[in-house]
């Protein structure tokens, strides 16, 4: 599939990534705008996602990013959706990718089923950003976008440590290396800096945590009156659940803690064996088969922490 293709002749175009974007997401949907604003630039084009996390900030055109909700009544001649396994990922954007006169869906998860017009979706892929790479020449990209992509690859694989890296993905790392990014920074940027209030929080995340199924397990949480406590945000929550499961022994890690909306978030990380994708689909989740999201209503959240965990063991113990 060329990218290319789909863009040609278009005059509006509006691309979107999933709610709460990680680095994929904000990735992917930054190298595209920023190849259709650099090679099309009669083009008009608008990138919608809710607000990113400050780490992801320096990516390039990251503050023209808009919010779906207050561009309700515009029309695309083409809607593009990264990283996104259904519509409902899509957010406030969904009523703009329902619009548009044409759809484009290019992702790496195992999705809900075809809601685009034309579908790219490989989900043995190490990254959208790395299948957003596969439909463009190599030749048009620019230092900007490399940034884009790069990061993307890095935060998906964890550092190309994840069973999803491919020799491609590391053939394509070392293209973009070429193009001048600093992939040191995007690194640091992406998993070593942490803010006061992150590792406070980290602290927490740790002291509260408790091993199940012989050690194999590893549970944690955070309450409300915690993350307040330390001025903690749900974003101050990346990376805790991939520190919890390297802890020797440890397959699966598992982290709960409460949204702004009331809900409970949970946050699973495994190491070879357990299919983090599969367990968050038992839960109305999803994400990727080493690391996958989900999501309760509200409820005690040590107690839900023990079911989920308890749960998790059963799976292990009939596998």
């Known amino acids: 599939m060329r990218l ?8 509006s175009i509006g691309i979107a990534g999933h709610v709460r974007p990680d680095g994929d997401c904000a990735g992917s949907t930054l190298a595209v705008y920023n190849y259709i604003k650099t090679y099309y630039p009669d083009i008009e084009v608008s990138a919608y996602l809710e607000p990113i996390p400050n780490i992801y900030k320096f990516l390039p055109r990251s503050e023209e990013l808009k919010l779906a909700s207050e561009y309700v009544d515009e029309v695309h001649d083409l809607f593009i959706a990264l990283d996104c396994s259904g519509p409902s990922r899509l957010g406030d954007a969904d009523e703009l990718f329902r619009s548009a006169r044409e ?52 935060t998906d694989t964890g550092v190309f440590q994840y069973e999803c890296t491919h020799r491609s993905t590391m053939e394509l790392a070392g293209e973009l290396m070429e193009k001048g990014i600093d992939y040191p920074m995007i ?9 006061f209030e992150q590792n406070k929080i980290t602290g927490v995340a740790l002291l509260n945590s408790k091993l199940y199924a012989d050690g194999r397990i590893l549970g944690s949480y955070v309450t409300r009156e915690e993350m307040e406590k330390y001025n903690a945000l749900p974003k101050h929550m990346e990376g805790i659940g991939s520190m919890l499961r390297s802890t020797k022994g440890v397959e699966l890690a598992v982290l709960l803690y409460p949204l702004a909306d009331g809900r409970i978030k949970g946050s699973s990380r495994s190491a070879k064996t357990f299919d983090c994708a599969a367990f968050a689909s038992r839960h109305g989740g999803g994400g990727h088969v080493r690391a ?6 509200g409820g005690d959240i040590e107690k839900l922490l023990d079911e989920v965990c308890v749960e998790a ?7």
């Open 103 to 154: 759809t484009l869906c290019i992702d790496h998860h195992i999705n809900e089923g075809s809601f685009a017009d034309h579908d790219f979706i490989f989900p043995e892929a190490s990254s959208t950003c790395e299948l957003v790479a596969d439909t463009i020449d190599h030749d048009r990209i620019t230092k900007e976008i490399a940034e884009c992509i790069y990061t993307g690859m890095v």
């Open 187 to 195: 690194v640091d940027r992406v998993f070593f800096e942490k803010s």
């Open 4 to 11: 290319d293709d789909f863009i040609a002749g278009k005059k």
């Open 313 to 319: 063991a059963a799976i292990m113990e009939d596998n």
């Open 292 to 297: 996958a999201g989900f999501s309760f209503d």
